[in-house]
Every structure is written in structure tokens, then in C-alpha cells.
């Protein structure tokens, strides 16, 4: 199989398999993901195999819906990509990058990093602020049944990786604890850039519900 048929196949692969997930991880978070990673990577020099792929795989088996279970996403991108002939280097690669993508690995020290999975994180992130980061989040916070906000909740800010991943705090907090903090850890030109943007859209965004919330805002 040529390059653009295992991309094909990978693509069909993925929306198959995440056809009833949730709204913030399902195949139009992998389809965003997948097309930041194509825009940012013109500007980079990348292994555009692996870039794809991994963009494609990322959240293939996300732990946080299998009980944990971290390995179990690496896994089953490589059973995948075993069943279509992709080369064992390739298969290495991409499950690197599903490994140590997420958030809650920047908590722990860097073991792998390689310029594809500093693109594909970075696409991974844009999703995650501005309109659509926003969205996701409320659509997250919803399916955990989060409340939007509380005032006497205040933000953790030094959240170790077990409070991140067990917190059961309002919505809003999660900008304070993860959002507003990705547009500093962005990794490429483009990346930092577009977060730029997005970072301060959610800033006009929270200025807007505290005005809203206290019925503030000027008529
Ligand atoms: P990572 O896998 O990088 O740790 P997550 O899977 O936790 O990232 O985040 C994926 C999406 O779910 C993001 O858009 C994120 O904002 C949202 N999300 C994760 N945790 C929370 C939370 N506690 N409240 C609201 N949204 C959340
Ligand atoms: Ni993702």
C-alpha cells in the first residue's frame, strides 16, 4: 500500500472505531487534530508518515474511558497498523507519540520526544483552546456532570498528576488548571502562533462570563 492508502485506511479505521464517543474526543477532535498537524508541519521537517498517523491514532483508546489503562491506546494503534503492513519502525514511532502526547505526561519527566510528536502534540493542544477548546471542555465537563462554575471553588494551580486526573472541580477551573497554561508549552512556530490567538479569545471569553455571571454586564 502507498502512503495516501495507509492514511485512507487509518482514517476509516479511526471513524469507525470512535463513532459513539464523546463529543470532545470523537472522530472531529481526530479530524481537527489531523489538519492542524498538516498546517503546522508545513513549516517543519517531519516524518509526514508518522505525523499522520499519530494524528490520526492519538486517542484511538483513550485511558481516562478504559479505567486507566495507559498502554491500551499505544496497543491498539499498533495492531492496527500491524494489519496493514506498516513497517515496524513506523508502528515504534506512533506508539512513542500516543504514549507521551497527553497532558497529564508533561507532569512527568520528558522520557521521548521527536520533532512528529512535537507537531502532533501541538495540534493536539490547539484543540484543546480557543471556540472548539471551549466547547470541548463544557462537553466534557457535562458527561462527568461538572458543574459550569462556582465561585468558592478556586483554581488548583499546582495540581499534582493524581489531583488532575481525580479532580471533580467545575468546568471553569479547568482553564485556570490546563488551558490558559498550553499556549507557553507550544513546541513549533505555527503552533505558537495560532495559540496566541486562541489563548486570548478564551481570556476575552471568561471576562465575558464573570460579567454575565454577576448580570455585570451593561445594558
Ligand atoms: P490529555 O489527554 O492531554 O491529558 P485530556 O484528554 O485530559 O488531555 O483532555 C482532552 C479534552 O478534555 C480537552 O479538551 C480538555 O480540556 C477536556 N478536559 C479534560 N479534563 C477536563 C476537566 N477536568 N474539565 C473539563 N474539561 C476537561
Ligand atoms: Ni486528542
Known sequence: MDKNELIGKTADF???????????????????VWNNANLIAKT?????????????????ADSKFHGGDEEIGPQTASTFLKSINVDDITIHHVQQIIRY????????????????????????????????????????????G???????????????KAEYKNTTAPTINHFYEKLLQLKDKMNTTTGKKLAKQRHSFMESY?????????????V
Do not use: C
Request: glycine share 6%.
Open 14 to 32: 479511526v471513524r469507525n472505531t470512535l463513532k459513539d464517543a464523546e463529543g470532545g474526543h470523537d472522530w472531529w477532535h481526530i479530524y481537527r
Open 44 to 60: 517543519e521537517q517531519a516524518d509526514m508518515l508518522v505525523v499522520e498517523l499519530a494524528a490520526l491514532l492519538h486517542d484511538i
Open 206 to 218: 471568561l471576562e465575558q462570563f464573570y460579567a454575565e455571571w454577576e448580570a455585570s454586564v451593561s
Open 146 to 160: 461538572r458543574e459550569f462554575y462556582d465561585p468558592a471553588i478556586k483554581p488548583n494551580l499546582s495540581m499534582t
Open 101 to 144: 502526547l497527553s497532558f497529564k505526561s508533561s507532569f512527568d519527566e520528558v522520557i521521548f520526544t521527536s520533532k512528529e510528536l512535537q507537531i502532533v502534540q501541538d495540534a493536539d493542544r490547539l484543540d484543546a483552546i480557543g471556540a472548539i477548546g471551549i466547547a470541548r471542555a463544557f462537553s466534557y465537563g457535562g458527561f462527568k
